[in-house]
């Protein structure tokens, strides 16, 4: 008995108390042409009692066992900046009169950290964003989109010991649709055009990564109305 491995399990927490946050928020918006949009939003959340994941070890018929549980900690600010731009190019002289644009930009921060390897707060990006350039007429539509964001923790399993860092990210995407009839329309897109990659970097340590590769997507597709 004394040779064998600890035991490993999760457990509830009768006691955990909700997550709880004061928040305050300012907000600007500008609707300064038809179908266009300028916004801009400050905000700041003081969480009273963050809810992160741990292990304790603990002994069940008189074995160890490492016990994985969520438990109540100190809490934290979380504040940040959002931006918002969108406009539909209406005004300029056909056949440019379709162009349009959408941008979107955070910014976000806390003080809060994991009770694993004080790693930041899982899923907090510090920037997120992204932009979108459309044409749109006489049934011919096109869009290209770019969405970024910066590294980031996550917890790809459910193992307090196994949080790592995703890395920063671009995705690139297409899609063309045109209606052959007014019933009739075509679609083409593709997905992840650059192939970007998803990198986990565990405990900080760069030789430990796990790399994932989607590859592009293509799909080509026809619906019709009735």
Do not use: C
Request: cysteine-free.
């Amino acid at each position: 008995p004394g040779s064998q491995q600890p035991l490993t399990g999760s457990a509830g927490n009768p006691a955990l108390l909700p997550m709880m946050a004061n928040q305050a928020d300012l907000a600007y918006q500008w609707y300064f042409d038809k179908g266009s949009l300028f916004s801009a939003a400050l905000f700041y959340k003081q969480i009273g009692s963050y809810i992160g994941i741990t292990s304790d070890t603990t002994t069940i018929n008189g074995r160890q066992a490492v016990i994985t549980r969520s438990i109540n900690g100190e809490g934290g600010y979380v504040r940040g900046l959002e931006l918002v731009y969108q406009h539909a190019f209406t005004r300029l002289p056909a056949p440019f009169d379709g162009l349009g644009v959408a941008a979107n930009w955070s910014y976000n921060e806390s003080d809060i950290h994991e009770y694993t390897n004080n790693f930041p707060m899982e899923g907090l990006m510090r920037n997120n964003g992204g932009v979108t350039l459309w044409y749109e007429k006489n049934g011919f539509e096109a869009r290209l989109s770019a969405n970024y964001h910066s590294p980031f923790v996550r917890m790809p399993r459910w193992t307090a010991g196994y949080m790592a860092e995703n890395g920063e990210e671009t995705y690139v995407t297409a899609n063309v649709s045109y209606y052959l009839t007014p019933q009739l329309q075509l679609r083409v897109g593709l997905d992840n055009i650059t192939n970007q990659k998803v990198v986990y970097t565990q405990n900080a340590n760069a030789y430990m990564q796990n790399v994932m590769e989607y590859g592009r997507r293509y799909n080509v597709g026809l619906s019709y109305k009735f």
